[in-house]
């Protein structure tokens, strides 16, 4: 029987986990600093204890910035085993957490099978999985029928549930009247919207949230507080609806601390980048410095096909400025379920808006393998470079596609003998620099 509930009633209890040890060495951290972060709720460590084979990571500003990839089935893309080959694949390209946001079908076997073989934090969202779980319409589920589908997740191994606490009675109004552009574009966000609709109750996730977070405590699932209203274009950006359910949130994130339950804060949405940095600060203000996870932000709303690089130019300038978490945009956002290649797209993407950030917060040899990338690129070592880059394969195959007809080692079909880097490296060893 162990003397700790959640990873942060271990740590308010100065009791040093696995977890906390595996997570204080990949961030080259002190465990006690760890410790204290975690304690505060500035660090989550999502560590469901039944799942097992989790290889643990801290979500925190102040820690490597993480990615999170969104998967699943839906009523037109039903194939588990294409879900699989993108675990997979969103595993090997660093991935450090996957939600699986399924919509179809039974749904249970696939989570249960991600949470025995997948060493990456798995999320849900359980309002998705209730009509499916029960098969039956929306207004007939009860709120008992919502807190039971948080258990299953949780007994399922789950490491954090995305809850739509935030919205209540009160926003029903409040979206009526504010008459948005793009009004509630969270898919949990707006079932839970229509759920009140529809019966006339209060938020199940609201007003049983004492009894989720029992729950939560229990397995030590991470609450990742939804944010319904998040704006869905940039007209809606940072307009009362968001940031009234904000302060919600920010409630609800000391109410989940007191029960040693760990918090993540969800994000937005569509947002210009001139507001990207306040809205981090706001939510770190209001929100007591518990993690952000962002979905994007997208800074225009011009680009379907193109939203995993509008996605990547705001996620980057939001972790920068304190956010912790991005999940992954791919280029059918708005469009339809992202396939293999779309998925892969998303992932390279934010990962590259992560590393930016970490480097320009200054987290400690984040800024190290650039270094040696650029050392490869001058002494014009194509394989030291495929090495350092994020998706080798690609460049490899762009480079053997075009490669110089001459001196194949030397440069590049770019600028072939006008080579800037072999004339320099010539030139400085003091040799004739042939051009013609
Ligand atoms: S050929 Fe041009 S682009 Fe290619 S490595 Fe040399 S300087 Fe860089």
Redesign the pocket.
Same mark, same amino acid.
């Given at each position: 029987m162990s003397n700790y509930t959640t990873q942060m009633d271990a740590a308010r209890k100065g009791i040093v986990t696995e977890q906390i040890r595996t997570v204080a060495a990949k961030e080259n951290m002190d465990v006690e600093a760890l410790m204290k972060l975690v304690a505060e709720g500035k660090v989550a460590i999502p560590a469901n204890k039944r799942h097992e084979c989790l290889l643990a990571e801290g979500v925190g500003s102040m820690l490597r910035t993480k990615i999170n990839v969104n998967l699943g089935v839906s009523r037109d893309c039903k194939d588990y085993d294409i879900e699989m080959q993108k675990v997979m694949s969103a595993v090997d390209l660093g991935a450090e957490a996957i939600m699986d946001l399924s919509s179809h079908g039974n749904t249970q076997p696939f989570r249960q099978k991600l949470t025995s073989e997948c060493p990456v934090m798995i999320g849900t969202v359980p309002v998705y999985d209730s009509v499916i779980h029960y098969q039956r319409d929306l207004a007939t589920l009860t709120a008992q029928d919502f807190v039971d589908v948080v258990r299953l997740h949780a007994e399922d191994g789950v490491d954090f549930v995305t809850l739509h606490c935030g919205i209540t009675r009160k926003t029903i109004e409040q979206i009526r009247k504010h008459k948005r552009k793009m009004n509630i574009v969270s898919r949990g966000g707006s079932l839970v919207f229509a759920w009140m609709c529809m019966t006339g109750n209060e938020n199940p996730f609201y007003e049983y949230y004492d009894e989720i977070l029992d729950i939560c405590e229990e397995y030590d699932v991470t609450v990742s507080l939804g944010d319904a209203c998040r704006p869905g274009c940039l007209a809606d950006a940072t307009d009362v609806c968001q940031i009234e359910e904000l302060v919600r949130l920010g409630e609800l994130t000391k109410r989940a601390w007191d029960h040693n339950v760990q918090v993540m804060v969800e994000g937005p949405g569509h947002v210009p980048l001139d507001q990207v940095a306040a809205n981090m600060k706001v939510q770190q203000s209001i929100c007591m410095g518990a993690p952000f996870y962002v979905l994007g932000p997208l800074v225009t709303d011009i680009a379907p096909g193109y939203d995993h690089i509008t996605a990547a130019i705001g996620g980057a300038v939001a972790a920068m400025n304190g956010a912790a978490f991005l999940c992954y945009v791919t280029p059918a956002e708005h469009l339809a379920l992202p396939n293999v290649e779309d998925t892969k797209q998303g992932i390279i993407a934010s990962k590259i808006a992560a590393h930016a950030a970490d480097i320009a917060k200054g987290i400690p040899n984040a800024r190290d393998i650039d270094d040696k990338m650029a050392d490869a %690129?001058r002494e014009?070592d194509w394989d030291a470079q495929f090495e350092c880059a994020l998706d080798p394969e690609t460049a490899k195959a762009i480079r053997d596609d075009r490669s110089p007809e001459e001196d194949h080692s030397e440069?590049?079909?770019?600028?072939?003998k006008?080579?800037?880097? %072999?004339s320099m490296n010539k030139a400085l060893s003091g040799e004739y620099i042939d051009i013609l």
């Amino acid at each position: 029987m162990s003397n700790y509930t959640t990873q942060m009633d271990a740590a308010r209890k100065g009791i040093v986990t696995e977890q906390i040890r595996t997570v204080a060495a990949k961030e080259n951290m002190d465990v006690e600093a760890l410790m204290k972060l975690v304690a505060e709720g500035k660090v989550a460590i999502p560590a469901n204890k039944r799942h097992e084979c989790l290889l643990a990571e801290g979500v925190g500003s102040m820690l490597r910035t993480k990615i999170n990839v969104n998967l699943g089935v839906s009523r037109d893309c039903k194939d588990y085993d294409i879900e699989m080959q993108k675990v997979m694949s969103a595993v090997d390209l660093g991935a450090e957490a996957i939600m699986d946001l399924s919509s179809h079908g039974n749904t249970q076997p696939f989570r249960q099978k991600l949470t025995s073989e997948c060493p990456v934090m798995i999320g849900t969202v359980p309002v998705y999985d209730s009509v499916i779980h029960y098969q039956r319409d929306l207004a007939t589920l009860t709120a008992q029928d919502f807190v039971d589908v948080v258990r299953l997740h949780a007994e399922d191994g789950v490491d954090f549930v995305t809850l739509h606490c935030g919205i209540t009675r009160k926003t029903i109004e409040q979206i009526r009247k504010h008459k948005r552009k793009m009004n509630i574009v969270s898919r949990g966000g707006s079932l839970v919207f229509a759920w009140m609709c529809m019966t006339g109750n209060e938020n199940p996730f609201y007003e049983y949230y004492d009894e989720i977070l029992d729950i939560c405590e229990e397995y030590d699932v991470t609450v990742s507080l939804g944010d319904a209203c998040r704006p869905g274009c940039l007209a809606d950006a940072t307009d009362v609806c968001q940031i009234e359910e904000l302060v919600r949130l920010g409630e609800l994130t000391k109410r989940a601390w007191d029960h040693n339950v760990q918090v993540m804060v969800e994000g937005p949405g569509h947002v210009p980048l001139d507001q990207v940095a306040a809205n981090m600060k706001v939510q770190q203000s209001i929100c007591m410095g518990a993690p952000f996870y962002v979905l994007g932000p997208l800074v225009t709303d011009i680009a379907p096909g193109y939203d995993h690089i509008t996605a990547a130019i705001g996620g980057a300038v939001a972790a920068m400025n304190g956010a912790a978490f991005l999940c992954y945009v791919t280029p059918a956002e708005h469009l339809a379920l992202p396939n293999v290649e779309d998925t892969k797209q998303g992932i390279i993407a934010s990962k590259i808006a992560a590393h930016a950030a970490d480097i320009a917060k200054g987290i400690p040899n984040a800024r190290d393998i650039d270094d040696k990338m650029a050392d490869a %690129r001058r002494e014009l070592d194509w394989d030291a470079q495929f090495e350092c880059a994020l998706d080798p394969e690609t460049a490899k195959a762009i480079r053997d596609d075009r490669s110089p007809e001459e001196d194949h080692s030397e440069t590049c079909s770019m600028c072939g003998k006008f080579c800037a880097v %072999r004339s320099m490296n010539k030139a400085l060893s003091g040799e004739y620099i042939d051009i013609l």
